[in-house]
Nanobody, 125 residues
Framework: QVQLVESGGGLVQAGGSLRLSCTDA????????TAWFRQAAGKDREFVAG????????YYADAVKGRFTISRDHGKNTMDLEMKSLKVEDTAVYYC??????????????????WGQGTQVTVSS
């Protein structure tokens, strides 16, 4: 089983940076693909970025390309999301997600079996 725990959210001014981290408290993400999603108030959950187990196939949503960087640290057993040049519209609850038995980082939330509790990111103007 996988138990995902996120950390690193908070309040930041527009143009600032934050780093989110996700760890699997019970193992190593079951060797599958993982991703970050976000959900703003009143909106659907949307894909932000994802990568396969080795971290050499990486995907980003158009809205964050060039500003966000997803990475995996096998030594620390974490998946991180470095967020720069943050915008007010990046405000959302950010979720870490992991697939089961698949190494493809799909953009579809329904294809992820495991989810963290979410961490709030608020960007002020």
């Amino acid at each position: 089983q996988v138990q995902l725990v996120e950390s690193g959210g908070g309040l930041v001014q527009a143009g600032g940076s934050l780093r989110l981290s996700c760890t699997d408290a019970r193992g190593t993400f079951s060797g599958a693909a993982t991703a970050w999603f976000r959900q703003a108030a009143g909106k659907d959950r949307e894909f932000v970025a994802g990568l396969n187990w080795r971290g050499d196939n990486i995907y980003y949503a158009d809205a964050v390309k060039g500003r966000f960087t997803i990475s995996r640290d096998h030594g620390k057993n974490t998946m991180d999301l470095e967020m720069k040049s943050l915008k007010v519209e990046d405000t959302a609850v950010y979720y870490c997600a992991a697939r089961r038995f698949s190494d493809y980082a799909s953009s579809r939330a329904g294809e992820y079996a495991y989810w963290g509790q979410g961490t709030q990111v608020t960007v002020s103007s």
